[in-house]
């Protein structure tokens, strides 16, 4: 960032990354991510590890999890126009709480698909809302850089999910418990209440 900040020419201008949409996209990005690790993460392991699915069987059990990943962009989409991007991104998340809370609280197979489905619609919903904000208050010629910037955020979430949620759910994947699985999603379910009321009190009210 001081090697950026003394360039010439920088490759990331300062400017764009301290843009209020752009953090606001960065960071929507940032917990998406986190929050879609979360899922696959635990889910794995839960129906793997703890309840012996094979492999084939904990794919076929994600499939609406890739199915209510894309209808909430899709929906995303369509209301992003009607609601705007403060109200949409607070409300992925607030799905995404729900959801998780549902698995965590309610831990079964059944639960842990249901919940985990349901999140998968909220994070579908942020995808569309972090580019969306991120991207929309950019010259054309900064899409380039700020759409690179919002990857690699995007990478980062994934990081810290899967650190975060393994260090939570240490007890349950080492072991027969499942309390760790409660834990972790649970704790993500509370990161997702809180990022909402973050989203809402930092998305300017200008953008659409």
Not at 102 to 114: K, Q, R
Not at 171 to 194: E, I, P, R, Y
Request: net charge positive; proline share 3%.
């Amino acid at each position: 960032m001081l090697r950026q900040r003394r360039a010439a020419t920088p490759l990331v201008s300062m400017e764009l990354l301290a843009r209020q949409p752009v953090v606001v996209g960065i960071f929507l990005i940032f917990m998406a991510t986190a929050l879609m690790v979360a899922v696959f993460f635990l889910g794995s392991f839960y129906f793997q590890q703890h309840l012996g699915y094979n492999p084939i069987l904990t794919g076929l059990l994600f499939l609406p999890v890739a199915i209510a990943t894309m209808a909430g962009a899709n929906a995303a989409g369509r209301l992003v126009a009607k609601l705007g991007l403060r109200a949409l991104g607070a409300t992925g998340l607030l799905v995404g709480a729900a959801g998780l809370a549902l698995a965590g609280l309610l831990l079964s197979p059944v639960a842990a698909v249901i919940g985990v489905a349901i999140a998968a619609a909220g994070t579908g919903v942020l995808f569309v809302v972090a580019s969306a904000t991120a991207l929309g208050s950019v010259a054309p010629e900064e899409a380039g850089v700020a759409s690179g910037v919002v990857s690699t955020f995007h990478e980062f979430g994934a990081s810290a999910g899967a650190a975060v949620m393994s260090s939570v759910a240490a007890v349950s994947l080492t072991g027969g418990t499942t309390s760790g699985f409660t834990a972790a999603l649970v704790v993500a379910a509370g990161a997702a209440v809180v990022a909402a009321v973050i989203t809402t009190i930092i998305t300017p009210r200008t953008t659409t």
